[in-house]
């Protein structure tokens, strides 16, 4: 990287330990676009089998220390739902907040950097606020930054950090209007959702043919992403219907859904890598994304695997939640069902396994709108923001 470029520290929760481990990538693949206008180093929790330091691609990559090298495994996956499935992880809470304060400070007077780009508010934005107050200040909300954790002194801690903030970016316009209900000029707030690589899902789908009947479901497995209603759904279609569904993905309630699944034409596939995934929607000829609002309030801002499955030129199914039903316009670019709607579902399924015509031109449809969402135009409008925060 040159030297001539400004410091940007981007701060993280989730993050792959390995190359195509299956997690997560999308601040790795943003942190890449930012690294054409500073010298990036993202400050992420140490996760099993990680390195504590390492260079990947144009960014540094620095993973502190927080808890019991034996036991340090809030971080590896989705923290909320980590906390949900084994409550004694709420042990490792606070010494994460200690464990990224201490390691920021660190950070910041190694580097000196222009500015901070923190994804999430809880606990990159709250510690970034507090430990470096003097460095202009980005914060990104993901979802259940927004939607779940609102008790009344975590909302009063978030709304500190917003106040402290430059600039906010979210990834969709609900949440968007969440933020100006705080009380939040509209000028601080952009909608800024993460990008995918469109021509390297391009070049994945060009040498893959589909798979007659095969359906695709990806996610973490956890309450909001509404598994359940799928296989629901799939319990009312016709038996004539040829139809195999993949699901890609792991998590806390994994056993639970298998047992959901029991009995039908559904294979789990666990957590797989990007390419695998990739891969495996160039082959479906429909996805679907049944998500909910959980009973936690936690759910989607504007799930990546859509946004890879609108670049792989899939017809999807997905509810009509807010994010969602910015790229999936029903009757255009795919089929919207009201979540939990199990009969709408079935009926979105056997309308698209029937009609091959119908699923080319949703297809071809959604592939055109995800162009807005290419990672090097998301990259440069974060890159625009930072410039401008770390000037003002």
Known sequence: MSDSKPNLIVLASTFPARANDGTPAFVQDLAEQEANWFNVTVLTPMVPGAAARETVGKINVVRYRYFFKAFEDLADGAILDNLKANKSRFLQVGPMFVGLAVALRSLVKELSPVAIHAHWVIPQGIVASVVAPRVPLMVTTHGGDIYALNQKPILALKKQVFAKAKHITTVNSQMAESLRGFGLPTEKISVLPMGVDTSYVRQVRSK?????????AVGRLVEKKGFTYLFDAMRLLPADLKMQLLVIGDGPIRAELEAAAAGLPVKFL????????????????VMVIPSVTAASGDQE???????????????VIASNLPGINEVVIDGQTGLLTEQRDVPAIAKALEALLRDEKLRAKYAAAIEIAAAEYDIAVIGKKYSELLLQIAKA
């Open 301 to 315: 801002g504007l799930p990546v695997t859509l946004l890879e499955g609108a670049a792989g030129a899939i017809a």
């Open 270 to 285: 666990g957590q797989c890598g990007r390419e695998q995934v990739l891969k495996t929607i160039a082959e479906s000829e």
């Open 208 to 216: 893959v043919a589909k798979v007659s009947g095969q359906v695709l």
